[in-house]
T-cell receptor
Framework: DGGITQSPKYLFRKEGQNVTLSCEQN?????MYWYRQDPGQGLRLIYY???????QKGDIAEGYSVSREKKESFPLTVTSAQKNPTAFYLC???????????FGPGTRLTVT | QKEVEQNSGPLSVPEGAIASLNCTYS??????FFWYRQYSGKSPELIMF????GDKEDGRFTAQLNKASQYVSLLIRDSQPSDSATYLC?????????????FGKGTKLSVIP
């Protein structure tokens, strides 16, 4: 069963703690993306990676970090430096038709 | 700064009617255009993409693109209550920017039985 998985679905953390969100894909897609969505807002790009061991900052990278050690995995760490971390986090991959992106189910992070 | 604008809605249509969703974009060099459907609490789902001026039909959905006017729309014929969701317009850049999408904030559609 091919697809994109994100875990956990819900995550609760105390302020000041780092937290890592998982994103795994078995679609053999090269490019992967992390977005953040706030209520009533569009998706904002945090980081993206086009190949293993390479990644680029998006529009709102401050307070976040990523790694891309394997093609299948693109974890996102939300650090304590992120001022407003509570949000819906979405991982996506770039499909093979042409520039279309497919999304995982998302992780809803709440920091109190 | 690339911008994608959508009316936030809510857009309410009766069951069986045509729903028309609109989107404008600022980057004249944009080459690819996408419509995503997002149910409340769920992730976006790709429903249509279009690259050339004109219409593209897929079942009850028709995407329309006018690059000269920097305008893309989505028509949903025979609207069903299950179509009630937020519809996100996304626009890809040109060249190296083709791999990045800029999203609008979405239009909330409500189909009334």
């Amino acid at each position: 069963d091919g697809g994109i998985t994100q875990s956990p679905k819900y995550l609760f953390r105390k302020e000041g703690q780092n937290v890592t969100l998982s994103c795994e894909q078995n679609l053999n897609h090269d490019a992967m993306y992390w977005y953040r969505q706030d209520p009533g807002q569009g998706l904002r790009l945090i980081y993206y990676s086009q190949i293993v061991n390479d990644f680029q900052k998006g529009d709102i990278a401050e307070g976040y970090s990523v790694s891309r050690e394997k093609k299948e995995s693109f974890p996102l760490t939300v650090t304590s430096a992120q001022k407003n971390p509570t949000a819906f986090y979405l991982c996506a991959t770039l499909g093979r038709l042409s520039y279309e992106q497919y999304f995982g189910p998302g992780t809803r992070l709440t920091v109190t | 700064q690339k911008e994608v604008e959508q009316n936030s809605g809510p857009l309410s249509v009766p069951e069986g009617a045509i729903a028309s969703l609109n989107c404008t974009y600022s980057d004249r060099g944009s080459q690819s255009f996408f419509w995503y459907r997002q149910y409340s609490g769920k992730s976006p789902e790709l429903i249509m993409f279009i690259y050339s001026n004109g219409d593209k039909e897929d079942g009850r959905f028709t995407a329309q693109l006018n690059k000269a006017s920097q305008y893309v729309s989505l028509l949903i014929r025979d609207s069903q209550p299950s179509d009630s969701a937020t519809y996100l317009c996304a626009v890809g850049g040109s060249g190296a920017g083709s791999y990045q999408l800029t999203f609008g904030k979405g239009t909330k559609l409500s189909v009334i039985p």
